[in-house]
């Protein structure tokens, strides 16, 4: 086993209580989190409806939150985790960003552009390239989705 697995399954699971956070806003449940050497520099989860923002994804409120705290627009060598495999607009701020890595949950078969539909990142038309990786507690990352719209459907 790699050295990294536990580490990476410690931030998703971070990840995983802001996508609750979400939920508890009746928020499609989606959680991130910037981590740069150790550490959480900036938590997003999921607010379009409670801010009234089409660009209020937890990829991006994360970001906002880690480039604030870090008093930088870029946040080279740092990683953002997320429940849900990213997509195109919150690629394209991982990339403004200058995120290092990438690791995602569960992936997203419609919207998902790192793996299921496109895979965006080998496109030769960023300047900036980002490592990536899926599956990380995906099985929880995706029961927390299917559960919501599952309560939702109820009557
Ligand atoms: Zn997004």
């Given at each position: ?79 953002l ?5 990213p ?7 991982l990339?403004?960003?200058?995120i290092?890595r990438v690791v995602y ?9 790192l ?15 980002l490592?990536w ?23």
């Amino acid at each position: 086993m790699s050295k990294e697995l536990p580490d990476d399954e410690y931030w998703m699971q971070q990840a995983l209580l802001l996508a609750q956070k979400a939920e508890a806003q009746g928020e499609v449940p989606v959680g991130a989190v910037v981590v740069r050497q150790g550490r959480i520099i900036g938590e997003g989860w999921n607010q379009v409806i409670s801010l009234n923002d089409p660009s209020a994804h937890a990829e991006v409120l994360a970001l906002r939150a880690a480039a604030k705290n870090e008093n930088n627009y870029r946040l080279p060598g740092s990683e953002l985790f997320v429940t849900i495999e990213p997509c195109t607009m919150c690629f394209g701020t991982l990339v403004h960003a200058r995120i290092q890595r990438v690791v995602y949950g569960a992936k997203e078969p419609r919207a998902g552009m790192l793996d299921s539909n496109v895979q965006i990142s080998e496109l030769d038309i960023y300047n900036h390239k980002l490592q990536w990786q899926g599956g990380i507690l995906e099985q929880a990352c995706s029961d927390v989705i299917s559960q919501f719209f599952r309560k939702k459907r109820e009557p």
